[in-house]
């Protein structure tokens, strides 16, 4: 059984997703960030980053509880173990990790930093504002670009589509149009 530690942000879904589509069996501890449950001494103890998602595989690799951290990550770890949602030829898996990266690295962090200086950042931040908007646009085009001529990010459906889903499902609604 793996035990989630998270909410409902879209690095979380990552992990929901991927966890449903593998079939894997889950429960799901709830971290609330909004109190700063993430920086509680036990949840430390799991990722010393006080971040979600987080999991603890009861059967990780040996049989031995495992714990994993950061949305990558978890996806890599559960792709592995079970087989699934990553190629196993040596070419076409990179082009996955590569399109996983991509997300990890500027989908993940510009849409982030965005969102924050959209709908928190006190006013006076406009060059950020306008720096995250545009990065936040160039990626999605960037991927638009690829999808115009793929199916999926990396010739088949798997990690890199599982995680950059949840960032860009709700563009609208990032980009500060009402709901």
């Given at each position: 059984m793996i035990k989630l530690y998270g909410m409902g942000s879209p690095n979380v879904v990552k992990v929901y997703v991927a966890s449903e589509e593998l079939g894997l069996p889950y429960e799901v501890a709830p971290v609330d960030v909004f109190t700063g449950q993430q920086f509680d001494a036990d949840f430390l103890k799991l990722n010393p980053n006080a971040k979600v998602p987080v999991i603890v595989d009861s059967d990780g690799p040996g049989g031995k509880p495992y714990t994993c951290f950061e949305s990558g990550a978890i996806l890599l770890y559960l792709a592995e173990k079970t087989g699934k949602l990553l190629p196993k030829d040596v070419a076409a898996k990179y082009d996955a990790i590569q399109w996983l990266m991509t997300q990890m690295?500027?989908?993940?962090?510009?849409?982030?930093?965005?969102?924050?200086?959209?709908?928190?950042?006190?006013?006076?931040?406009?060059?950020?504002?306008?720096?995250?908007?545009?990065?936040?646009?160039?990626?999605?085009?960037?991927?638009?670009?690829?999808?115009?001529?793929?199916?999926?990010?990396?010739?088949e459906y798997g990690v890199a589509d599982i995680a950059t889903y949840p960032w860009l499902r709700n563009i609208p609604a990032l980009m500060g149009a009402e709901a």
């Open positions: 690295s500027t989908v993940g962090p510009m849409f982030g930093q965005m969102v924050h200086y959209i709908r928190f950042a006190p006013g006076g931040n406009d060059y950020s504002k306008s720096r995250y908007i545009t990065q936040a646009t160039k990626v999605s085009q960037v991927i638009d670009d690829r999808l115009a001529g793929n199916a999926y990010l990396a010739g």
